[in-house]
């Protein structure tokens, strides 16, 4: 099996990986849930027509009418809210409130700095082509129109139009289920007091918070030591729960404990690659085995959070049901100069994005800084300096 | 009380909101937490000398005095993880495994594949200056070394290295805890069928939106029709939960059913502004009772997603404790034309990042289109024209 390009392989991956079942959810419950339909309004928007300004409402026929001022008598009054709306006759007007429901018989709103009050009649000075102050029925959002197209997250921006036009139910996929398995026989946990020769594992942790950040889900976390049989029993523990993902990390230099290689073998995992032309990743694995798809990771961190975001992060998004999984391709200029080994691979530094006056920047980060791109330097070059154009990948 | 700026009355909510309590939680429990103290490391990292391949252990008098080939006798073997090392002596050598410790005695590792085995013996072809293949303990991360300054977000790359440097408990500060109170008659909840009149509400469910996604925390939801003495009640009823922040919305246009000044003036609130010279914005308000900030914002969701950027989100961010609480000022090529009232005031738009070769543009969104900038329109200009630069705050 030659070794793959990051392209093949995550266009492997992703024709690998399925989006998860469907189910209907309470619209409350949706935020950052990504559509399994697109999700039209059930209501127009607005459902009646409304008024837009404090003021009164008055028929066509008055206005038609009228040459000078026209004299009203007031009759009632519409606060937002009112539900038993009265028939406006000529000679009338009615007081209207701000997204009041205009009653009908009314053809516009006179806002009420124009009007003149006076003993339970309205003067109105005459002005012809008015605006009319009305929203009319579907004027924003028509019954039927797509508000979220499916495969869409579900954002806050959607929520409130979602349930004004009546959506109340919605249906969703359901949510990526993810373990995280890091092996090692020199990890300990968190609040042990190490020896020398031991590691307080740091994987877990960051890939919790990737995962969780990706699927506002928490992952199943386990740590193994590096005996074949032990990964066995806790990935075969795994795959009975199910996940959909299980993603370990270390046990794959090129050294005599190299054991993902042979525990993949052994439990019968389907290949999709053993080895990318990219750094870090070269030592980077991914196969099937029933409906779960197994990354085998190396173990530092930085090449872990790299490989998560342009590996791990479209399955997650595709088995979410989500359109858009691969990370977008941009540009921007480099503020500082990155030097890599001139060994033909493909390298990827985590970075942090920036701006300088409307154009874009990137640099690479610092170890252990939040990174919200990754920088791709091309095989052929050793040497990428400041100012010059390079691609990101947001992350 | 004369029309703020946006800036002074950003000003003015910062100084006044405070930051939480601070308590310590485990570092497992701390993603998206806000640091009250820097974080250092409690361990150098590594903690003692790590081998960086596969390969022999061999001591520097051996490598002294080679002038040909080294031959050694192989002793044991360090895999990662073993704690009881044994001390090398000259002539020795152990098989040592990436990230396993450095024995005593040991001056480099020789890579396994430039060496050659034999019968328990090793033999190394003599290379002057060679690298030593050790990462030195504290290379990484000295003792003591800030990880995590005062105030940060913690985020997923921060975990591994604090993990590795042994913290186990963060000091952070304790969440903003945030409540809503939506108000108007014409209001009815999800799931209704509204009568001509009524509206389902909206803005319940974008707050909600919006607050978990800057403090993870849920807010307090409540609706109430436009009667003071039932408004009243429930803010006195939130404020005695207690919270650290109240949004209202709607009840704020110039009409006569505008409630919430009266509000705020019958509970005794310390108003901060009446008015800001900004469009949405004109009619909102903001203001203290005890150690709660009260936000009024006006009715229309596209207006509280601005302003809930603008406004409330520096005052959450205040709260959590976080350095950074004012958007950025980013610059950016409009990529369509906007149209603005001319009335002198500044006007803030709901925009969408994008990118053209390294160039950083911005378009307004759609009605309901999630947005991840506000995009400025000084007060002086009533047109921008699509290939100009206009000031975004990222959102």
Redesign the interface.
Known sequence: MPDLDLQTAQRLIIATARPRPTESI???AS?DRVTALGVGAR?PV???DQALM?GFAITGHDLDRATDELQLTIVGE??????H?PRLRPGQTLRI?????VPHGAALIIP?EECREQEGRLRVPFRPNRRNWIRARGE??ARGKV?VGKGELV??????????A?V?EIVVHQRPRAAVLST????VE??AA??????????P??L???I??ATNLPPTIGMV??RPGRIIDQLTALLAQPVDVIITTGGM?????DLLPRVFQEMGVEILYRSLKIRPGKGTMAGVLGNTLLFALP?P?PA??ILFNELVLPALKKIHGLKRVLPAN????LTREVRVKRNGLQHLL?GVQG?R????TVRP?A?????DAIIVIPGRRRRVKAGE?VCYHPA
Chains 1, 2 share one sequence.
């Open positions: 309470p619209l409350a935020l209501l607005p459902h009646f404090d519409i606060a937002a809210g009112r539900t709306l409130m701000t997204g009041g429901a009420q924003i959002l508000i954002r806050p921006e959607h929520l409130p139009l979602l349930a004004t009546g109340s090692g026989s020199e990890l968190i609040g190490p020896d020398k020769g031991q590691v307080i594992s740091g994987n942790l960051l919790d918070g990737l969780r950040h030591p590096d230099g090129p050294g005599r404990y173990g961190p872990v959070r941009r540009r921007a200029v985590a701006s006056e409307n154009t874009t980060a170890h252990g800084e939040p990174a154009l």
